[in-house]
């Protein structure tokens, strides 16, 4: 038998790191060569992630099996792929140890990649511009699929989960309108946290690393136009005990994690949480602080390449007879969902609506409350040209 050259270990492992996660990537050139910055020569490692191709999270003894390699060798293999941010090892609950090869993105190796404290060394740079191009063929393939993806998109599930801000700039709590329930009703359904504070205070174990998105937009270049602070990504549970012990975030206190909180909410930060596969009734993983400038969520549904699917429990409502047309929720509103009508008056467009509640936070007149009320906020990308 012929032996396999090292770029075909390569491709073949690029093809089973893009099969991972939510968004599905083409085996590019592109992806090939992230995979050959990231791995480099080590054959072992790249036949390591081979070992994952027909099941992405493996115990000890499966890995043993799907790989062929020594306990000791699949420990020291995986250490280093975890440090490239390519595989997450972590006890379960029940304490068993858990391999599992990351994918390109939400989460994987281009969050992890410029999660840390960056040099801005050309590798980085060369690393962020592999990035965006990945991401420019992702959209060439939405594109040229549109009417197929449509309604795929339109089955997915949230993302993430917006949690609103709770204060104004001057420190007014911002009005919550309550959800109006019928006392019929013999059933309630159980939220997640509503505030970034009853997040925190879940958890023991907690890290911040630099957000990865404003952090890779530095790199192209592209300085983030809020100023918007960095080090605000947090991380939590064994997501915290992971991302502190590679390195790509540092283990803080309730009372730091907090602060930083409150400094990303004054900079008009968006609050937007992950759970574990997209269920929302599992404890959250990270909270991401995001801009409207530099967030990837947000660009790359701007640009056409994937839609906006968000899972909230706020909608954001403007009083008419306060509103003055000044046009500020307009400067602020992340997904463009406020817009002057003929009589000068903020209107919102409840289907864009995050309600993440900047727009209440910044107004200067405090016409702005949010009402409770469970929702899916989906938007397809806009379509840049027909099906190729």
């Known amino acids: 038998m012929t032996p396999i050259t090292l770029i075909e270990k390569t491709k073949r492992a690029a093809s089973v790191i893009c099969r991972q996660g939510l968004i599905q990537f083409p085996v590019s050139d592109t992806a090939v060569t992230i995979v050959q910055r990231l791995v480099g020569n080590a054959e072992d490692e790249l036949d390591m992630i081979d070992a994952f191709r027909d099941q992405p999270s493996q115990t000890m003894d499966q890995l043993v099996a799907s790989s062929g390699f020594s306990e000791e060798k699949i420990e020291r293999l995986t250490a280093s792929l975890a440090k490239k941010g390519l595989v997450f090892n972590q006890p379960s609950s029940s304490g068993i140890m858990i391999y599992r090869l990351l994918p390109l993105m939400m989460v994987g190796v ?134 502190s012990s590679q390195g790509f975030a540092r283990k803080v206190t309730r009372e730091e994690a907090l602060k930083i909180l409150k400094e990303a909410e004054q900079a008009g930060l968006i609050h937007k949480a992950f759970h574990p596969g997209s269920r929302e009734s599992s404890p959250e993983t990270s909270i991401c602080n995001c801009c409207k400038d530099c967030c990837d969520t947000l660009r790359i549904w701007r640009d056409g390449t994937l839609p906006m699917i968000n899972s909230t429990n706020t909608l954001s409502v403007i009083d008419v007879e306060a509103c003055t047309g000044c046009g500020t929720c307009l400067e602020w509103c992340p997904t463009d969902a406020i817009v002057l009508n003929e009589n000068g008056v903020a209107q919102r467009d409840e289907g864009a609506c995050l309600g993440c509640g900047v727009c209440a936070r910044f107004c200067p007149e405090s016409a702005i409350s949010l009402k409770e009320g469970a929702r899916k906020v989906f938007i397809l990308p806009p379509r840049l040209r027909g099906a190729l």
């Open 110 to 243: 281009m969050e992890y990649q410029f999660m840390g404290p960056l040099t801005g060394s050309e590798a980085e740079k060369e690393l962020a511009v592999l990035f965006e191009r990945l991401l420019a063929e992702l959209r060439d393939q939405t594109q040229g699929n549109y009417d197929a993806l449509a309604p795929l998109f339109a089955a997915a599930p949230a993302v993430d989960r917006t949690v609103p801000a709770a204060r104004t700039v001057d420190g007014k709590a911002i009005r919550v309108i309550p959800v109006e329930k019928s006392l019929e009703s013999v059933e309630e359904s159980i939220l997640p946290s509503q505030t970034v504070e009853a997040i925190i205070n879940k958890f023991d174990d907690i890290a911040v690393g630099h957000c990865f998105c404003r952090q890779r937009r530095s790199l192209l270049g592209d300085t983030c136009k809020m100023d918007a602070p960095v080090l605000n990504c947090f991380s939590f549970g064994k997501s915290a005990r992971h991302t």
